[in-house]
């Protein structure tokens, strides 16, 4: 079974709002991952976790925070968004590392408004 | 130098003809090579992975590995009009880069 799931599929927020964005994946794999995509363009790397520690942070923002409190669960919390923040957040994992193939969720579409 | 290039597209092909997509990279150290499919508003879905040199069937397709000429490429076989999307070339060597993609059109 090789299902990634994501919660919510759309989130419309102020520019003042906290929300959450969640994944969650049970095949075991271990390594776990945020990506941003706008459109027309391909996704871009944000974070990525590696048994539960944070391995790679792309010089994201700090209004954006990820967390992983399991090995089956990703959190990515937003704060203080900017409009340009809106776009398509793609989770995805991987057996281990970014040397395997990467399993994509459907992704949640975050407008800012 | 982008780190991974794609043809531009879109490419256009009749339905039951071969498409060929082609993903360069710059990265000499590069070890593993995959290759996305994308439909409109959804989100990236694994077709094929290649980690050596030569050819990997799947199906109607199959991908190509050189790694001298640091190229990968996908061949469609039998293209259908479903197989109408954007296809997202990724690459992991030093670190794990998508490609800007090509967009594939099939027509009937």
């Known amino acids: 079974d090789t299902e990634v799931t994501q919660t919510p599929k759309h989130l419309v927020m102020g520019m003042t709002n906290k929300k959450s964005l969640k994944c969650e994946q049970h095949?075991?794999?271990?390594?776990m991952y945020w990506y941003k995509q706008k459109a027309k363009k391909p996704p871009e790397l944000m974070f990525v976790?590696?048994?539960?520690?944070?391995?790679i942070n792309e010089s994201v923002p700090s209004r954006f925070s990820p967390e992983c409190p399991n090995s089956s669960l990703l959190n990515l919390h937003l704060h203080a968004l900017q409009p340009e923040d809106s776009a398509l957040y793609l989770c995805a994992s991987s057996q281990q590392d970014t040397s395997y193939e990467q399993y994509f969720g459907p992704g949640t579409r975050l407008t800012v408004t | 130098q982008k780190e991974v290039e794609q043809n531009s597209g879109p490419l256009s092909v009749p339905e039951g003809a071969i498409a060929s997509l082609n993903c360069t990279y710059s990265d000499r150290v590069s070890q593993s090579f995959f290759w996305y499919r994308q439909y409109s508003g959804k989100s990236p879905e694994l077709i094929m992975s290649?980690?050596?040199?030569g050819d990997k069937e799947d199906g109607r397709f199959t991908a190509q590995l050189n790694k001298a000429s640091q190229y990968v490429s996908l061949l469609i076989r039998d293209s259908q009009p479903s197989d109408s999307a954007t296809y997202l070339c990724a690459v992991y060597g030093q670190n794990f880069v998508f490609g800007p993609g090509t967009r594939l059109s099939v027509l009937p």
């Open positions: 976790y590696s048994y539960e520690k944070l391995s």
């Open positions: 290649i980690y050596s040199n």
């Open positions: 095949m075991g794999h271990r390594a």
